[in-house]
């Protein structure tokens, strides 16, 4: 028998307790506060390997451990903007509930990976995970799981642009949240229902359930529902054209934000306050806002957030006159083009440089962003495509 050393053995010991120790350390830091964020970032890119380690080693239980800490108890994932990088992990705990035929816990990934596709703008990946999930609700006897399949629903129909349907899934979760006493879950349920009733122009509806919600969060001390609240606030009021509430509202947002170390909400925020201060005309502070909110966007996976700000801050740079840096903004737009929340964008953002080039004298490059806007554009969105068709044929017939 061989003195030698058996050198796989020793390396498999030295990977098992480097993932033991990963695993403790998620563990001890699922507090829902910035010092515990600020740890797990720093060993973000060691958590995420320790995932990848874990389902090589077809580890489920070590697996569903890891991804709970970093999404359900402390959510990590979701609050530093690590959505598209923590993706693989959320799959990997899907696949691991599926193993061991964890019907709630499934679910419950099943619905983390709905909401990252949907954040990212990705209604037809999300559509089946929600109704997937949402099965799965049914046949099982956890009312809590319906109450969260109900406002997946909600917010697909919501992003699908079918408010009627929308709204309807989502009273039904806020009724069900009502009937089981989830009081933490419900903030989350109305403001998802006063976008939703926002957007079918029933602003003193929304204001209402947000407003109602508002008092009860602060005597909880729920800082986050509080921000989310002030958040729909703000989105109503923006919709009303009411500005001067929305500034009010999405800088508490952005505050509250900021004060429990939520990334991902505060650079929302600071893109939607950016926003709010240019439509009221002043457009040097909405420059500053929003330049730093690009800036700290770098940070995180939220591409919708960080499209709509490279656009709205080159609309601020127009306004001031700063043509190239208006350009330069826009042409950060380019990428997310694929995004199809993003169509009618990317199409005002063509329609401004070919504004910009005609300016400039650049008939060329005019007729070629004219072009852009017919190619991006769906046929639903026919006044800026009717618009662009007749300009171009303008300029290339005199």
């Not at 320790?50 to 569903?64: F, K, M, R, T, Y």
């Not at 709204?167 to 419900?186: D, I, P, S």
Request: proline fraction near 2%; include cysteine.
């Amino acid at each position: 028998m061989s003195d030698e050393p058996n050198w796989l053995e020793f390396f498999e010991d030295r990977e098992r307790l480097w993932a033991d120790y990963y695993l403790d350390f998620a563990e001890q830091n699922v507090q829902r506060d910035r010092e515990a964020y600020d740890r797990l970032e720093e060993e973000s890119g060691n958590l995420l390997r320790v995932g990848d380690w874990l389902a090589e080693h077809n580890d489920a239980e070590s697996i569903l451990s890891l991804a709970t800490a970093l999404w359900q108890k402390s959510d990590f994932l979701r609050t530093r903007g690590y959505l598209q990088r923590g993706l693989p992990l959320l799959e990997q705990a899907c696949q691991a509930a599926q193993d061991k035929g964890d019907v709630e816990a499934e679910f419950n990934w099943l619905e983390a990976l709905a909401h990252v596709h949907q954040v990212n703008g990705d209604p037809v990946f999300a559509q089946p995970l929600y109704e997937q999930a949402f099965m799965l609700a049914q046949a099982s006897d956890a009312p809590t799981l319906k109450a969260h399949a109900q406002l997946g629903l909600g917010q697909l129909f919501m992003d699908m642009g079918d408010l009627d349907k929308a709204v309807t899934w989502l009273k039904q979760a806020l009724q069900t949240c009502r009937e089981v006493g989830a009081h933490e879950y419900e903030i989350e349920v109305i403001t998802n229902l006063g976008n939703a009733l926002s957007l079918q122009g029933e602003f003193n509806t929304a204001i209402a359930y947000l407003e109602q919600e508002l008092p009860s969060a602060q005597s909880r001390q729920d800082r986050r529902g509080e921000a989310e609240l002030h958040h729909a606030l703000g989105f109503t009021a923006a919709l009303a054209e009411d500005w001067s509430q929305a500034i009010i509202h999405f800088d508490a947002a952005t505050n509250i934000a900021q004060e429990i170390g939520d990334r991902f909400r505060e650079i929302r925020g600071l893109h939607n306050l950016g926003e709010a201060l240019l439509a009221v005309g002043n457009i040097q502070k909405s420059v500053t806002i929003l330049e730093e909110a690009v800036e700290r966007q770098e940070a995180i996976d939220d591409i919708i957030t960080k499209t709509y700000t490279h656009f709205y801050l080159a609309k601020a740079y127009r306004a001031l006159h700063a043509l190239d840096d208006c350009l330069t903004q826009l042409e950060q737009t380019y990428p997310f083009r694929q995004v199809p929340v993003s169509a009618a964008l990317a199409a005002e953002a063509e329609w401004i440089k070919a504004e910009i080039y005609l300016e400039q004298g650049n008939v060329t490059l005019a007729k070629t962003a004219l072009q852009d806007i017919l190619n991006l554009t769906p046929e639903h969105i026919d006044d800026i495509r009717n618009q662009a068709k007749l300009l171009l044929d303008s300029l290339e017939h005199g």
